[in-house]
């Protein structure tokens, strides 16, 4: 099993950005997939981003897309969220999470979830 710790939140003005960082621990992150979601104030949990085991390939809501880059450092066992160009409606608790699927080229289902860090953007 593995544990998830996602840091790096904060409050940015918007244009601005951040980077959000997942540590994972008690197994190599390189046995999971990764993945990005957020949760805005009375909405549900959505998708961000998620990329793979190798970190080949990753993929991205519309959102974000040009915006935000998912990465990893297999080596350091932390997966990373770089975000750029933040707008208000980027605001949410940003979680990462861990999938043992064989492969995320159509989808995530999350094994395993971090604890969230928030995000704030002001306009």
């Known amino acids: 099993q593995v544990q998830l710790v996602e840091s790096g939140g904060g409050l940015v003005q918007a244009g601005g950005s951040l980077r959000l960082s997942c540590v994972a621990s008690?197994?190599?992150?390189?046995?999971?997939?990764m993945g990005w979601f957020r949760q805005a104030p009375g909405k549900e949990r959505e998708f961000v981003a998620r990329i793979s085991r190798s970190g080949s390939y990753s993929y991205y809501a519309d959102p974000v897309k040009d915006r935000f880059t998912i990465s990893r450092d297999n080596a350091k066992n932390t997966a990373y969220l770089q975000m750029n160009n933040l707008k208000p409606e980027d605001t949410a608790v940003y979680y990462c999470?861990?999938?043992?699927?064989?492969?995320?080229?159509?989808?995530?289902?999350?094994?395993?979830w971090g604890q969230g860090t928030q995000v704030t953007v002001s306009s």
């Open positions: 008690g197994r190599s992150l390189s046995t999971y997939n």
């Open positions: 999470a861990a999938s043992v699927q064989v492969s995320v080229a159509l989808s995530f289902i999350a094994d395993y």
